[in-house]
Nanobody
């Protein structure tokens, strides 16, 4: 079955960095677009970044553009989110996502807390 497992979250001070990882299994990872979403308390889940199957095209929300970088390693079936210059408003649970035959799949999420 399709599984997405995120890791790498934690507590970091404003201005700090974290790298999130999401390993996929149960599907042919290299065939699918991958995305990162986040959900802050009391807010709707929002897309943060996306990457095409070969990594050739990347997209970012305006709130993270220039600070976050999405990448993927199709050999390791893993998508990454490098987060720099973190702000308190980046605090959220971060989820990776893919869509296969129209069905969305989500990981369990990893908590990122930006606080001094």
């Amino acid at each position: 079955q399709v599984q997405l497992v995120e890791s790498g979250g934690g507590l970091v001070q404003p201005g700090g960095s974290l790298r999130l990882s999401c390993k996929g299994s149960g599907f042919t990872f290299r065939y699918y677009v991958m995305k990162w979403f986040r959900q802050a308390p009391g807010k709707e889940r929002e897309v943060v970044a996306g990457i095409t199957i070969d990594g050739g095209r990347k997209s970012y929300s305006e709130s993270v553009k220039g600070r976050f970088t999405i990448s993927r390693d199709n050999v390791r079936s893993t998508v990454y989110l490098q987060m720099n210059s973190l702000k308190p408003e980046d605090t959220a649970v971060y989820y990776c996502n893919t869509k296969i035959w129209g069905k969305a799949y989500w990981g369990q999420g990893t908590q990122v807390t930006v606080s001094s």
